[in-house]
């Protein structure tokens, strides 16, 4: 049976911006999201420019003098958590591990 593999995190990424621009979506990069209010068919988020940071995992400063910004939708998507990818072996595989055959016990 073939192992289920999943798209990387750059196949991800460019199947989102090839639908935004299909669809002619805004796209807006270094902006934290702050809140959403409203309900069906009329919903306002909150947003901030943030400035972008070279580390990893990190959130990028807020944009001096960046004002707040509202989008306006009557749809909203909510996506939580983040692209992982399984931690590699710690430790090469044995002889045993590469044979596939039933450890011991």
Same mark, same amino acid.
């Given at each position: 049976?073939?192992?289920?593999?999943?798209?990387?995190?750059?196949?991800?990424?460019?199947?989102?911006?090839?639908?935004?621009?299909?669809?002619?979506?805004?796209?807006?990069?270094?902006?934290?999201?702050?809140?959403?209010?409203?309900?069906?068919?009329?919903?306002?988020?909150?947003? !901030?420019?943030? $400035?972008? @940071?070279?580390?990893?995992?990190?959130?990028?400063?807020?944009?001096?003098?960046?004002? %707040? =910004?509202? +989008?306006?939708?009557? !749809?909203?998507? $909510?996506? @939580?958590?983040?692209?992982?990818?399984?931690?590699?072996?710690?430790?090469?595989?044995? %002889? =045993?591990? +590469?044979?596939?055959?039933?450890?011991?016990?």
């Amino acid at each position: 049976m073939p192992l289920r593999s999943h798209p990387s995190i750059e196949d991800m990424t460019d199947h989102y911006v090839r639908f935004a621009h299909a669809e002619g979506l805004p796209v807006l990069t270094h902006t934290e999201f702050k809140s959403l209010e409203g309900g069906p068919g009329d919903f306002t988020l909150g947003l !901030r420019r943030t $400035l972008p @940071t070279l580390e990893p995992g990190q959130a990028g400063a807020v944009a001096e003098g960046a004002a %707040p =910004l509202q +989008l306006r939708a009557r !749809r909203v998507v $909510l996506a @939580t958590g983040r692209y992982v990818r399984s931690p590699p072996p710690t430790h090469p595989p044995t %002889p =045993l591990e +590469l044979s596939g055959a039933p450890g011991p016990g």
